[in-house]
Protein backbone atom coordinates (compact mmCIF):
# COMPACT_ATOMS: atom_id res chain seq x y z
CA UNK A 1 0.00 0.00 0.00
CA UNK A 2 1.16 3.40 -0.57
CA UNK A 3 2.19 5.40 2.07
CA UNK A 4 0.46 8.97 1.17
CA UNK A 5 -1.59 10.12 3.78
CA UNK A 6 -4.42 13.08 4.11
CA UNK A 7 -6.49 13.31 7.33
CA UNK A 8 -5.31 10.27 8.26
CA UNK A 9 -6.34 7.84 4.90
CA UNK A 10 -3.96 6.30 2.90
CA UNK A 11 -4.54 7.47 -0.92
CA UNK A 12 -3.84 4.98 -3.73
CA UNK A 13 -4.98 5.51 -7.44
CA UNK A 14 -8.27 3.55 -7.88
CA UNK A 15 -9.50 3.92 -4.35
CA UNK A 16 -12.31 6.00 -3.60
CA UNK A 17 -11.85 8.34 -0.26
CA UNK A 18 -14.56 9.37 1.87
CA UNK A 19 -14.04 12.82 3.92
CA UNK A 20 -17.28 12.95 6.59
CA UNK A 21 -17.64 15.54 9.52
CA UNK A 22 -15.10 13.91 11.42
CA UNK A 23 -12.58 13.52 9.29
CA UNK A 24 -11.36 11.75 6.34
CA UNK A 25 -12.09 7.73 6.05
CA UNK A 26 -10.98 5.16 3.42
CA UNK A 27 -13.95 3.78 2.01
CA UNK A 28 -13.07 1.34 -0.68
CA UNK A 29 -9.87 -0.26 -1.63
CA UNK A 30 -8.96 -2.49 -4.48
CA UNK A 31 -6.08 -4.35 -5.37
CA UNK A 32 -3.77 -3.36 -8.21
CA UNK A 33 -5.00 -4.27 -11.86
CA UNK A 34 -2.14 -6.61 -13.54
CA UNK A 35 -1.95 -5.75 -17.14
CA UNK A 36 -2.94 -9.32 -18.24
CA UNK A 37 -5.54 -12.09 -17.19
CA UNK A 38 -9.50 -12.73 -17.27
CA UNK A 39 -12.25 -9.97 -16.76
CA UNK A 40 -12.62 -7.82 -14.12
CA UNK A 41 -15.87 -6.36 -12.03
CA UNK A 42 -15.45 -3.04 -11.28
CA UNK A 43 -18.17 -2.48 -8.39
CA UNK A 44 -17.05 -0.24 -5.33
CA UNK A 45 -17.57 -1.21 -1.73
CA UNK A 46 -21.21 -0.56 -0.25
CA UNK A 47 -21.71 2.60 1.24
CA UNK A 48 -24.67 2.67 3.89
CA UNK A 49 -23.86 6.47 5.24
CA UNK A 50 -25.91 8.72 2.58
CA UNK A 51 -24.50 11.32 4.44
CA UNK A 52 -20.83 10.62 3.77
CA UNK A 53 -19.41 12.63 1.00
CA UNK A 54 -17.32 10.24 -1.55
CA UNK A 55 -14.38 12.10 -3.88
CA UNK A 56 -12.03 10.79 -6.69
CA UNK A 57 -8.49 10.12 -6.12
CA UNK A 58 -6.36 11.66 -8.91
CA UNK A 59 -3.76 8.92 -10.99
CA UNK A 60 -0.72 8.27 -9.48
CA UNK A 61 2.93 9.09 -11.07
CA UNK A 62 3.59 5.87 -13.40
CA UNK A 63 0.10 4.27 -13.24
CA UNK A 64 0.22 1.24 -15.78
CA UNK A 65 -2.96 1.23 -18.29
CA UNK A 66 -5.09 -0.81 -16.13
CA UNK A 67 -4.85 1.44 -12.86
CA UNK A 68 -5.65 4.24 -15.22
CA UNK A 69 -8.67 2.31 -16.24
CA UNK A 70 -9.39 1.53 -12.79
CA UNK A 71 -8.84 5.14 -11.15
CA UNK A 72 -10.81 6.67 -13.94
CA UNK A 73 -14.16 4.02 -13.41
CA UNK A 74 -13.92 4.34 -9.82
CA UNK A 75 -14.21 8.62 -10.30
CA UNK A 76 -17.31 7.86 -12.01
CA UNK A 77 -18.87 6.92 -8.90
CA UNK A 78 -17.22 9.42 -6.67
CA UNK A 79 -19.12 12.46 -5.61
CA UNK A 80 -17.25 14.99 -7.74
CA UNK A 81 -19.80 17.84 -9.02
CA UNK A 82 -18.47 18.16 -12.48
CA UNK A 83 -15.95 15.06 -12.37
CA UNK A 84 -12.97 16.70 -12.70
CA UNK A 85 -10.81 14.23 -11.06
CA UNK A 86 -12.29 11.67 -13.74
CA UNK A 87 -11.03 14.08 -16.15
CA UNK A 88 -7.85 13.75 -14.87
CA UNK A 89 -7.16 10.13 -16.00
CA UNK A 90 -8.07 11.62 -19.88
CA UNK A 91 -5.48 13.84 -21.99
CA UNK A 92 -6.06 17.32 -21.87
CA UNK A 93 -8.62 17.17 -25.21
CA UNK A 94 -10.15 14.04 -24.43
CA UNK A 95 -11.00 16.10 -21.55
CA UNK A 96 -12.62 19.18 -23.13
CA UNK A 97 -14.62 17.16 -25.23
CA UNK A 98 -16.16 14.15 -23.27
CA UNK A 99 -19.81 14.72 -21.80
CA UNK A 100 -20.50 12.96 -18.86
CA UNK A 101 -24.28 14.37 -19.00
CA UNK A 102 -25.23 12.96 -21.98
CA UNK A 103 -25.69 9.65 -20.68
CA UNK A 104 -25.72 7.07 -17.66
CA UNK A 105 -25.21 2.96 -18.64
CA UNK A 106 -25.85 1.60 -15.60
CA UNK A 107 -24.97 -2.41 -16.01
CA UNK A 108 -26.07 -5.94 -13.60
CA UNK A 109 -22.25 -6.44 -12.20
CA UNK A 110 -20.23 -3.26 -13.00
CA UNK A 111 -17.90 -2.58 -16.23
CA UNK A 112 -15.76 -5.87 -16.57
CA UNK A 113 -12.37 -4.65 -18.11
CA UNK A 114 -10.36 -6.54 -20.53
CA UNK A 115 -6.99 -6.54 -18.11
CA UNK A 116 -4.17 -7.26 -21.20
CA UNK A 117 -5.22 -4.01 -22.53
CA UNK A 118 -3.97 -5.22 -26.17
CA UNK A 119 -2.13 -3.08 -28.13
CA UNK A 120 -3.88 -1.16 -30.38
CA UNK A 121 -0.60 -0.85 -32.72
CA UNK A 122 1.13 -3.85 -31.88
CA UNK A 123 4.31 -1.50 -32.88
CA UNK A 124 3.49 0.66 -30.62
CA UNK A 125 4.21 0.42 -27.05
CA UNK A 126 2.76 3.58 -26.55
CA UNK A 127 -0.69 2.80 -27.41
CA UNK A 128 -3.21 0.67 -26.53
CA UNK A 129 -7.02 -0.37 -26.48
CA UNK A 130 -9.07 -1.39 -23.39
CA UNK A 131 -12.68 -2.67 -23.81
CA UNK A 132 -15.42 -2.17 -21.04
CA UNK A 133 -18.17 -4.89 -21.16
CA UNK A 134 -21.10 -5.99 -19.50
CA UNK A 135 -24.78 -7.03 -19.40
CA UNK A 136 -26.95 -3.48 -19.58
CA UNK A 137 -29.72 -3.34 -17.18
CA UNK A 138 -30.86 0.43 -17.99
CA UNK A 139 -29.72 4.07 -19.66
CA UNK A 140 -30.82 6.95 -17.92
CA UNK A 141 -30.17 9.64 -20.74
CA UNK A 142 -29.87 13.44 -21.00
CA UNK A 143 -33.13 14.69 -19.60
CA UNK A 144 -32.57 12.11 -16.49
CA UNK A 145 -34.62 10.16 -18.06
CA UNK A 146 -34.55 6.20 -16.70
CA UNK A 147 -35.35 3.48 -19.37
CA UNK A 148 -35.18 -0.34 -18.41
CA UNK A 149 -32.21 -1.67 -21.44
CA UNK A 150 -31.31 -5.64 -21.68
CA UNK A 151 -28.43 -6.94 -23.73
CA UNK A 152 -24.68 -6.77 -23.80
CA UNK A 153 -22.46 -3.58 -23.51
CA UNK A 154 -18.99 -3.34 -25.34
CA UNK A 155 -17.17 -0.21 -25.19
CA UNK A 156 -13.56 0.56 -26.61
CA UNK A 157 -11.20 3.37 -24.56
CA UNK A 158 -7.97 4.07 -26.20
CA UNK A 159 -5.14 4.79 -23.75
CA UNK A 160 -1.71 6.47 -25.16
CA UNK A 161 1.46 7.31 -23.06
CA UNK A 162 2.98 11.21 -22.98
CA UNK A 163 5.98 10.93 -24.75
CA UNK A 164 7.70 13.80 -22.77
CA UNK A 165 5.99 12.69 -19.38
CA UNK A 166 5.75 9.44 -19.32
CA UNK A 167 2.29 9.09 -17.95
CA UNK A 168 -0.93 6.94 -19.36
CA UNK A 169 -4.06 8.23 -20.25
CA UNK A 170 -7.21 8.03 -21.95
CA UNK A 171 -7.55 9.47 -25.01
CA UNK A 172 -10.93 8.53 -26.91
CA UNK A 173 -13.74 7.88 -25.15
CA UNK A 174 -17.87 7.64 -25.71
CA UNK A 175 -19.60 10.66 -24.23
CA UNK A 176 -21.78 9.39 -20.61
CA UNK A 177 -20.41 7.34 -17.60
CA UNK A 178 -21.05 3.75 -16.73
CA UNK A 179 -20.71 1.54 -13.71
CA UNK A 180 -23.00 -1.12 -11.96
CA UNK A 181 -26.32 -1.59 -10.73
CA UNK A 182 -25.53 -1.22 -6.94
CA UNK A 183 -23.29 2.22 -7.51
CA UNK A 184 -26.18 3.72 -9.43
CA UNK A 185 -28.49 2.62 -6.48
CA UNK A 186 -26.18 4.34 -4.01
CA UNK A 187 -25.35 7.39 -6.49
CA UNK A 188 -28.38 8.20 -8.11
CA UNK A 189 -32.03 8.92 -6.31
CA UNK A 190 -35.20 8.85 -8.03
CA UNK A 191 -37.23 11.92 -8.06
CA UNK A 192 -40.72 12.75 -9.61
CA UNK A 193 -41.02 16.70 -11.04
CA UNK A 194 -43.92 17.80 -11.84
CA UNK A 195 -45.87 19.60 -14.83
CA UNK A 196 -50.04 19.72 -15.77
CA UNK A 197 -51.48 17.98 -17.43
CA UNK A 198 -52.82 20.00 -21.04
CA UNK A 199 -56.20 20.06 -20.99
CA UNK A 200 -57.80 18.30 -17.75
CA UNK A 201 -58.93 20.44 -14.97
CA UNK A 202 -60.99 19.32 -11.91
CA UNK A 203 -62.75 21.07 -9.00
CA UNK A 204 -64.76 24.11 -8.11
CA UNK A 205 -61.99 26.62 -8.99
CA UNK A 206 -60.92 24.70 -12.22
CA UNK A 207 -57.43 24.03 -10.72
CA UNK A 208 -55.02 22.23 -13.21
CA UNK A 209 -53.99 18.30 -12.50
CA UNK A 210 -50.05 17.85 -11.55
CA UNK A 211 -48.79 15.47 -13.19
CA UNK A 212 -45.50 13.46 -11.97
CA UNK A 213 -42.46 12.72 -14.25
CA UNK A 214 -39.96 10.99 -12.29
CA UNK A 215 -35.63 11.29 -13.31
CA UNK A 216 -32.56 10.50 -11.52
CA UNK A 217 -30.24 12.99 -10.27
CA UNK A 218 -27.14 12.29 -8.02
CA UNK A 219 -28.28 12.38 -4.48
CA UNK A 220 -25.17 13.65 -3.00
CA UNK A 221 -24.19 16.53 -5.72
CA UNK A 222 -26.09 19.19 -5.02
CA UNK A 223 -29.71 17.63 -6.06
CA UNK A 224 -32.02 19.96 -5.45
CA UNK A 225 -30.73 23.00 -7.61
CA UNK A 226 -30.15 20.25 -9.92
CA UNK A 227 -33.58 19.17 -10.19
CA UNK A 228 -34.44 22.80 -10.21
CA UNK A 229 -32.56 23.13 -13.11
CA UNK A 230 -34.20 19.91 -14.49
CA UNK A 231 -37.36 21.16 -13.84
CA UNK A 232 -37.39 24.35 -15.45
CA UNK A 233 -35.54 22.72 -19.01
CA UNK A 234 -39.22 20.51 -19.45
CA UNK A 235 -40.78 17.17 -19.13
CA UNK A 236 -39.14 13.94 -20.08
CA UNK A 237 -39.64 13.33 -23.76
CA UNK A 238 -41.79 10.46 -22.77
CA UNK A 239 -44.57 13.09 -21.29
CA UNK A 240 -43.60 16.10 -23.35
CA UNK A 241 -47.00 15.44 -25.00
CA UNK A 242 -49.55 15.14 -22.40
CA UNK A 243 -48.44 17.83 -19.90
CA UNK A 244 -47.29 22.07 -20.19
CA UNK A 245 -45.23 23.84 -17.60
CA UNK A 246 -46.28 27.00 -16.23
CA UNK A 247 -42.42 28.38 -16.66
CA UNK A 248 -42.23 31.01 -19.48
CA UNK A 249 -39.82 29.44 -22.28
CA UNK A 250 -36.11 30.02 -21.39
CA UNK A 251 -36.41 30.52 -17.95
CA UNK A 252 -33.51 29.36 -15.80
CA UNK A 253 -32.16 29.92 -13.01
CA UNK A 254 -29.39 33.33 -12.78
CA UNK A 255 -26.27 32.82 -13.38
CA UNK A 256 -24.10 31.28 -11.11
CA UNK A 257 -26.39 29.40 -8.84
CA UNK A 258 -26.33 27.00 -7.02
CA UNK A 259 -26.32 25.08 -3.35
CA UNK A 260 -29.68 25.70 -3.29
CA UNK A 261 -31.07 24.78 0.23
CA UNK A 262 -34.02 25.74 2.75
CA UNK A 263 -33.87 28.46 5.01
CA UNK A 264 -34.23 27.54 9.02
CA UNK A 265 -37.81 28.78 8.28
CA UNK A 266 -37.86 25.49 5.84
CA UNK A 267 -38.54 28.49 2.88
CA UNK A 268 -36.57 28.12 -0.30
CA UNK A 269 -35.94 31.05 -2.53
CA UNK A 270 -35.17 30.08 -6.16
CA UNK A 271 -33.61 33.42 -7.83
CA UNK A 272 -34.93 33.26 -12.06
CA UNK A 273 -33.84 35.09 -14.99
CA UNK A 274 -37.40 36.45 -14.93
CA UNK A 275 -38.70 40.00 -14.68
CA UNK A 276 -41.41 40.82 -12.95
CA UNK A 277 -44.01 42.21 -16.21
CA UNK A 278 -43.13 38.80 -17.67
CA UNK A 279 -45.45 36.81 -15.09
CA UNK A 280 -48.87 37.13 -14.55
CA UNK A 281 -49.89 36.32 -10.69
CA UNK A 282 -51.89 32.88 -11.33
CA UNK A 283 -48.93 31.60 -13.21
CA UNK A 284 -45.85 32.47 -10.92
CA UNK A 285 -48.58 30.38 -8.39
CA UNK A 286 -48.39 27.87 -10.60
CA UNK A 287 -44.82 27.79 -11.19
CA UNK A 288 -44.29 27.66 -7.48
CA UNK A 289 -45.82 24.92 -6.93
CA UNK A 290 -44.15 22.99 -9.81
CA UNK A 291 -41.11 23.92 -7.61
CA UNK A 292 -42.75 23.11 -4.47
CA UNK A 293 -44.38 19.72 -5.37
CA UNK A 294 -40.82 18.73 -6.99
CA UNK A 295 -39.04 19.88 -4.19
CA UNK A 296 -40.65 18.45 -1.20
CA UNK A 297 -40.03 14.78 -3.06
CA UNK A 298 -36.13 15.41 -1.87
CA UNK A 299 -37.07 17.86 1.53
CA UNK A 300 -40.43 16.92 2.89
CA UNK A 301 -40.22 19.23 5.63
CA UNK A 302 -39.98 22.51 2.90
CA UNK A 303 -43.14 24.41 3.78
CA UNK A 304 -42.75 27.47 1.19
CA UNK A 305 -40.95 28.88 -1.51
CA UNK A 306 -40.69 32.14 -3.21
CA UNK A 307 -39.44 33.00 -6.67
CA UNK A 308 -36.99 35.54 -7.42
CA UNK A 309 -36.88 37.73 -10.70
CA UNK A 310 -33.59 40.27 -11.83
CA UNK A 311 -32.04 41.85 -9.09
CA UNK A 312 -33.88 39.96 -6.21
CA UNK A 313 -37.16 41.75 -6.78
CA UNK A 314 -40.24 38.96 -5.07
CA UNK A 315 -42.38 36.87 -8.22
CA UNK A 316 -44.54 35.00 -5.85
CA UNK A 317 -44.19 32.91 -2.64
CA UNK A 318 -46.62 29.99 -2.26
CA UNK A 319 -47.27 27.77 0.87
CA UNK A 320 -48.00 24.06 1.00
CA UNK A 321 -51.24 24.82 2.20
CA UNK A 322 -51.88 27.48 -0.50
CA UNK A 323 -50.36 24.77 -2.96
CA UNK A 324 -52.53 21.92 -2.10
CA UNK A 325 -55.90 24.12 -3.63
CA UNK A 326 -53.87 25.80 -6.54
CA UNK A 327 -53.71 22.64 -8.06
CA UNK A 328 -55.24 18.96 -7.82
CA UNK A 329 -52.25 16.75 -6.92
CA UNK A 330 -53.53 12.83 -6.59
CA UNK A 331 -51.05 11.80 -3.39
CA UNK A 332 -52.83 15.27 -1.48
CA UNK A 333 -56.17 13.80 -1.10
CA UNK A 334 -56.80 11.07 0.95
CA UNK A 335 -60.11 9.10 0.28
CA UNK A 336 -62.61 8.52 2.96
CA UNK A 337 -63.60 5.06 2.37
CA UNK A 338 -62.34 1.33 1.70
CA UNK A 339 -64.92 0.02 -0.62
CA UNK A 340 -65.37 -3.75 -1.65
CA UNK A 341 -67.58 -6.66 -1.90
CA UNK A 342 -69.32 -8.52 0.34
CA UNK A 343 -70.44 -12.13 0.72
CA UNK A 344 -74.15 -11.15 -1.42
CA UNK A 345 -71.54 -9.55 -3.99
CA UNK A 346 -72.99 -5.92 -2.65
CA UNK A 347 -70.40 -3.22 -2.45
CA UNK A 348 -70.10 -2.52 0.88
CA UNK A 349 -67.84 0.00 2.48
CA UNK A 350 -65.47 1.23 5.60
CA UNK A 351 -63.74 4.51 6.87
CA UNK A 352 -60.10 4.34 5.60
CA UNK A 353 -58.55 5.39 9.11
CA UNK A 354 -60.98 2.49 10.58
CA UNK A 355 -58.94 0.11 12.63
CA UNK A 356 -62.19 -2.20 13.11
CA UNK A 357 -63.68 -4.64 10.57
CA UNK A 358 -66.96 -3.59 10.18
CA UNK A 359 -68.47 -2.29 6.62
CA UNK A 360 -71.71 -1.19 5.57
CA UNK A 361 -74.01 -1.50 2.36
CA UNK A 362 -73.03 1.75 0.13
CA UNK A 363 -76.31 4.04 0.22
CA UNK A 364 -77.58 3.48 -3.42
CA UNK A 365 -78.57 0.29 -5.66
CA UNK A 366 -75.00 -1.12 -5.93
CA UNK A 367 -75.70 -1.85 -1.86
CA UNK A 368 -78.15 -3.71 -2.01
CA UNK A 369 -78.85 -4.53 -5.75
CA UNK A 370 -78.77 -8.00 -7.18
CA UNK A 371 -76.51 -7.70 -10.05
CA UNK A 372 -74.26 -10.46 -8.76
CA UNK A 373 -71.25 -7.54 -9.22
CA UNK A 374 -67.62 -8.91 -9.60
CA UNK A 375 -66.05 -5.80 -9.43
CA UNK A 376 -66.63 -2.12 -8.36
CA UNK A 377 -64.50 1.41 -8.64
CA UNK A 378 -65.96 4.51 -7.40
CA UNK A 379 -65.09 7.94 -8.44
CA UNK A 380 -62.34 10.37 -7.02
CA UNK A 381 -64.64 12.86 -5.17
CA UNK A 382 -66.47 9.42 -3.60
CA UNK A 383 -70.26 10.52 -5.44
CA UNK A 384 -70.61 7.89 -7.73
CA UNK A 385 -69.83 4.06 -8.02
CA UNK A 386 -69.53 1.86 -11.58
CA UNK A 387 -70.12 -1.75 -10.77
CA UNK A 388 -69.37 -5.00 -13.20
CA UNK A 389 -71.87 -7.36 -12.64
CA UNK A 390 -73.78 -10.10 -14.45
CA UNK A 391 -70.73 -12.48 -14.39
CA UNK A 392 -68.46 -9.84 -15.88
CA UNK A 393 -70.98 -9.01 -18.85
CA UNK A 394 -72.12 -5.43 -17.92
CA UNK A 395 -70.81 -2.02 -16.69
CA UNK A 396 -73.16 -0.21 -14.37
CA UNK A 397 -72.81 3.51 -13.39
CA UNK A 398 -75.08 5.26 -10.36
CA UNK A 399 -74.71 7.65 -7.80
CA UNK A 400 -73.43 6.56 -3.83
CA UNK A 401 -76.71 8.05 -2.92
CA UNK A 402 -79.93 7.19 -1.31
CA UNK A 403 -82.67 6.01 -3.91
CA UNK A 404 -80.80 6.24 -6.98
CA UNK A 405 -81.83 3.72 -9.71
CA UNK A 406 -79.14 1.69 -11.45
CA UNK A 407 -80.43 2.07 -15.04
CA UNK A 408 -79.44 0.35 -18.12
CA UNK A 409 -75.82 -1.47 -18.76
CA UNK A 410 -73.31 1.09 -20.24
CA UNK A 411 -71.23 -1.25 -21.40
CA UNK A 412 -71.43 -5.06 -22.65
CA UNK A 413 -68.84 -7.97 -23.27
CA UNK A 414 -70.14 -10.68 -25.14
CA UNK A 415 -66.69 -12.97 -23.71
CA UNK A 416 -67.56 -16.61 -23.08
CA UNK A 417 -66.16 -16.65 -19.80
CA UNK A 418 -65.95 -13.86 -16.83
CA UNK A 419 -62.56 -14.09 -17.63
CA UNK A 420 -63.10 -12.90 -21.05
CA UNK A 421 -65.66 -9.72 -20.15
CA UNK A 422 -65.05 -6.67 -18.59
CA UNK A 423 -62.01 -5.44 -16.58
CA UNK A 424 -62.50 -3.39 -13.27
CA UNK A 425 -63.31 0.01 -14.07
CA UNK A 426 -60.84 2.67 -13.33
CA UNK A 427 -61.59 6.66 -12.65
CA UNK A 428 -59.56 9.69 -13.48
CA UNK A 429 -59.46 12.91 -12.12
CA UNK A 430 -61.90 14.30 -14.92
CA UNK A 431 -64.08 12.13 -13.55
CA UNK A 432 -64.08 9.76 -16.77
CA UNK A 433 -64.56 6.02 -16.48
CA UNK A 434 -61.87 3.83 -17.94
CA UNK A 435 -62.73 0.16 -18.29
CA UNK A 436 -60.99 -3.02 -21.12
CA UNK A 437 -63.41 -6.02 -22.23
CA UNK A 438 -61.35 -8.68 -22.39
CA UNK A 439 -63.21 -11.17 -25.23
CA UNK A 440 -60.05 -12.26 -27.80
CA UNK A 441 -62.92 -12.02 -30.24
CA UNK A 442 -63.73 -8.23 -29.87
CA UNK A 443 -60.86 -6.96 -27.22
CA UNK A 444 -61.40 -2.82 -26.60
CA UNK A 445 -60.40 -0.18 -24.24
CA UNK A 446 -63.27 2.34 -23.79
CA UNK A 447 -63.86 5.36 -21.57
CA UNK A 448 -67.12 7.34 -20.87
CA UNK A 449 -66.40 10.88 -20.25
CA UNK A 450 -67.79 11.92 -16.84
CA UNK A 451 -69.06 8.32 -16.13
CA UNK A 452 -72.28 9.00 -18.52
CA UNK A 453 -71.46 9.58 -21.79
CA UNK A 454 -71.78 7.12 -25.05
CA UNK A 455 -68.51 4.72 -24.28
CA UNK A 456 -65.76 5.75 -26.90
CA UNK A 457 -63.07 3.41 -28.07
CA UNK A 458 -59.40 4.06 -27.12
CA UNK A 459 -56.80 3.57 -29.66
CA UNK A 460 -53.60 1.62 -28.64
CA UNK A 461 -51.99 1.78 -31.73
CA UNK A 462 -49.10 0.01 -29.82
CA UNK A 463 -50.07 -3.06 -28.39
CA UNK A 464 -49.19 -6.05 -28.71
CA UNK A 465 -51.32 -8.50 -27.10
CA UNK A 466 -54.93 -8.23 -25.00
CA UNK A 467 -55.23 -6.13 -22.32
CA UNK A 468 -56.58 -8.22 -19.32
CA UNK A 469 -56.28 -5.32 -16.70
CA UNK A 470 -56.53 -1.76 -16.59
CA UNK A 471 -55.89 1.48 -14.29
CA UNK A 472 -55.86 4.98 -14.81
CA UNK A 473 -54.11 7.30 -12.84
CA UNK A 474 -55.83 9.83 -10.81
CA UNK A 475 -54.02 12.50 -13.37
CA UNK A 476 -55.63 11.49 -16.35
CA UNK A 477 -53.00 11.52 -18.79
CA UNK A 478 -51.43 7.88 -17.61
CA UNK A 479 -52.69 4.57 -17.27
CA UNK A 480 -51.25 1.23 -16.55
CA UNK A 481 -51.85 -1.91 -18.67
CA UNK A 482 -51.95 -5.48 -17.98
CA UNK A 483 -51.40 -7.42 -21.52
CA UNK A 484 -51.38 -10.95 -22.00
CA UNK A 485 -49.12 -11.86 -25.13
CA UNK A 486 -47.92 -15.61 -25.71
CA UNK A 487 -49.05 -16.67 -21.99
CA UNK A 488 -47.13 -13.79 -20.62
CA UNK A 489 -48.61 -11.03 -18.66
CA UNK A 490 -46.51 -7.48 -18.83
CA UNK A 491 -47.21 -4.71 -16.79
CA UNK A 492 -47.00 -1.37 -19.12
CA UNK A 493 -47.20 2.27 -19.06
CA UNK A 494 -48.82 4.33 -21.82
CA UNK A 495 -49.84 8.26 -22.39
CA UNK A 496 -53.20 9.16 -22.70
CA UNK A 497 -53.71 11.33 -25.96
CA UNK A 498 -56.79 12.93 -26.35
CA UNK A 499 -58.70 14.41 -29.44
CA UNK A 500 -57.35 18.19 -29.68
CA UNK A 501 -59.81 19.09 -32.51
CA UNK A 502 -58.07 16.80 -35.42
CA UNK A 503 -60.84 14.09 -34.95
CA UNK A 504 -58.63 10.92 -34.27
CA UNK A 505 -60.14 10.97 -30.81
CA UNK A 506 -58.40 9.23 -27.85
CA UNK A 507 -55.90 7.13 -27.76
CA UNK A 508 -53.14 5.25 -25.57
CA UNK A 509 -49.36 5.40 -27.13
CA UNK A 510 -45.44 5.24 -26.14
CA UNK A 511 -46.14 1.92 -24.25
CA UNK A 512 -43.30 1.21 -22.41
CA UNK A 513 -42.39 -1.51 -19.19
CA UNK A 514 -43.12 -0.84 -15.88
CA UNK A 515 -41.88 -4.25 -14.25
CA UNK A 516 -39.81 -5.98 -17.03
CA UNK A 517 -38.62 -8.33 -14.04
CA UNK A 518 -41.74 -9.44 -13.77
CA UNK A 519 -43.52 -12.46 -16.19
CA UNK A 520 -47.11 -12.85 -14.99
CA UNK A 521 -48.73 -10.02 -13.48
CA UNK A 522 -52.20 -10.60 -11.88
CA UNK A 523 -52.81 -8.03 -9.80
CA UNK A 524 -52.31 -3.63 -9.99
CA UNK A 525 -53.01 -0.43 -8.03
CA UNK A 526 -51.61 3.04 -8.43
CA UNK A 527 -49.74 3.70 -4.86
CA UNK A 528 -48.39 7.12 -5.72
CA UNK A 529 -47.54 9.89 -7.64
CA UNK A 530 -45.43 7.80 -10.14
CA UNK A 531 -45.67 4.39 -8.45
CA UNK A 532 -47.66 1.11 -8.63
CA UNK A 533 -47.90 -2.05 -6.78
CA UNK A 534 -48.06 -5.43 -8.48
CA UNK A 535 -48.41 -8.85 -7.57
CA UNK A 536 -46.79 -11.04 -9.98
CA UNK A 537 -44.00 -13.68 -10.57
CA UNK A 538 -40.34 -13.52 -11.51
CA UNK A 539 -39.23 -16.54 -14.21
CA UNK A 540 -39.27 -19.59 -12.72
CA UNK A 541 -40.18 -17.86 -9.25
CA UNK A 542 -43.26 -17.79 -6.81
CA UNK A 543 -46.19 -15.13 -6.71
CA UNK A 544 -44.45 -11.71 -5.02
CA UNK A 545 -46.08 -8.16 -4.36
CA UNK A 546 -43.75 -5.52 -5.52
CA UNK A 547 -43.58 -1.62 -5.55
CA UNK A 548 -42.46 -0.64 -9.30
CA UNK A 549 -42.00 2.23 -10.99
CA UNK A 550 -43.58 3.88 -13.85
CA UNK A 551 -40.48 4.23 -15.74
CA UNK A 552 -39.27 0.57 -15.29
CA UNK A 553 -36.55 1.52 -12.38
CA UNK A 554 -36.14 -0.31 -8.76
CA UNK A 555 -37.75 1.14 -6.17
CA UNK A 556 -35.78 1.67 -2.69
CA UNK A 557 -38.66 0.70 -0.62
CA UNK A 558 -39.30 -2.62 0.99
CA UNK A 559 -42.02 -4.87 -0.39
CA UNK A 560 -45.13 -5.85 1.70
CA UNK A 561 -44.93 -8.81 3.61
CA UNK A 562 -45.62 -11.82 1.89
CA UNK A 563 -49.23 -13.09 1.80
CA UNK A 564 -50.75 -16.53 -0.14
CA UNK A 565 -53.03 -16.52 -2.76
CA UNK A 566 -53.50 -12.71 -3.86
CA UNK A 567 -55.81 -12.34 -5.97
CA UNK A 568 -56.99 -8.14 -6.04
CA UNK A 569 -55.00 -5.70 -4.38
CA UNK A 570 -55.96 -1.93 -3.85
CA UNK A 571 -53.33 1.17 -2.51
CA UNK A 572 -53.92 5.05 -2.69
CA UNK A 573 -51.88 7.54 -4.47
CA UNK A 574 -51.98 9.12 -0.38
CA UNK A 575 -48.61 6.47 0.80
CA UNK A 576 -50.33 7.20 4.05
CA UNK A 577 -53.97 4.90 3.49
CA UNK A 578 -53.14 1.15 4.34
CA UNK A 579 -52.61 -1.53 1.48
CA UNK A 580 -55.77 -3.66 1.23
CA UNK A 581 -55.80 -6.75 -0.88
CA UNK A 582 -58.29 -9.90 -1.62
CA UNK A 583 -56.10 -13.15 -0.80
CA UNK A 584 -56.85 -16.40 0.54
CA UNK A 585 -58.03 -15.55 3.83
CA UNK A 586 -60.52 -12.91 1.98
CA UNK A 587 -60.02 -9.20 2.62
CA UNK A 588 -56.76 -8.02 4.67
CA UNK A 589 -55.35 -5.09 5.42
CA UNK A 590 -51.95 -4.05 5.85
CA UNK A 591 -51.35 -0.97 8.41
CA UNK A 592 -47.87 0.98 8.54
CA UNK A 593 -45.37 -1.13 10.96
CA UNK A 594 -48.02 -3.70 11.05
CA UNK A 595 -48.79 -7.40 9.61
CA UNK A 596 -51.59 -8.23 7.67
CA UNK A 597 -54.97 -8.22 9.45
CA UNK A 598 -58.14 -10.00 8.31
CA UNK A 599 -60.96 -7.82 7.01
CA UNK A 600 -63.72 -9.66 5.95
CA UNK A 601 -63.18 -13.74 5.16
CA UNK A 602 -66.18 -13.51 2.33
CA UNK A 603 -65.40 -10.01 1.11
CA UNK A 604 -63.80 -9.73 -2.17
CA UNK A 605 -62.82 -7.22 -5.05
CA UNK A 606 -61.24 -4.30 -2.60
CA UNK A 607 -61.02 -0.78 -4.02
CA UNK A 608 -60.00 2.72 -2.61
CA UNK A 609 -61.23 5.69 -5.60
CA UNK A 610 -59.71 5.69 -8.39
Not at 9 to 19: E, L, S, T
Not at 395 to 414: E, F, I, M, Q
Not at 571 to 598: F, H, M, N, T
Amino acid sequence: MGADREGGARRRPGRAVAYAALGAVLLAGCASMPDSGDLRDVESTPRQDTGVRVFAVPPADGAGPGEIMQGFLEALTSDDPEYDTARKYLTDDAASAWRPERSTTVLANGPSIETDCQAGVREEADSVICVLAGSRVATVDAQQAYRPADGSYRKKLHLTKNPDSGQWRIDGLPDGVVMGKSDFQRNYTSVDKYYFASNTAVGPTGQPVVVADPVFVRSRVDPMTRMVRSLLEGPTTWLGPVVRSSFPTGTALQKDVSGLTPDDQNKLTVPLNLKASQVAATKCTEMAAQVLFTLRNLTPTLESVELQGRGGERLCDLTQERAESAAWHGSAKRPEYLYFLDGKHQVVRMPTGSTGTGAVPVPGPLGEGDKGLRSVAVSRDEHTAAGVGDGGRSLYVTSLASGGSLGDALVTSTGAAPADRLTTPSWDARGDLWVADRDPHHPRLKVLEQGVAKPEDVAVPDLSGRIKDARVAADGVRIALVVEKDGKQSLLIGRIQRDDGTGQGISVDGLRSAAPGLEQVSAISWAGDSTLLAVGREQGGVQQMRFVQVDGSTLDRPAPGALPGVRAIAASEDERVPLVAYSDDGIVRLPSGAQWQKVDKDGTAPVYPG
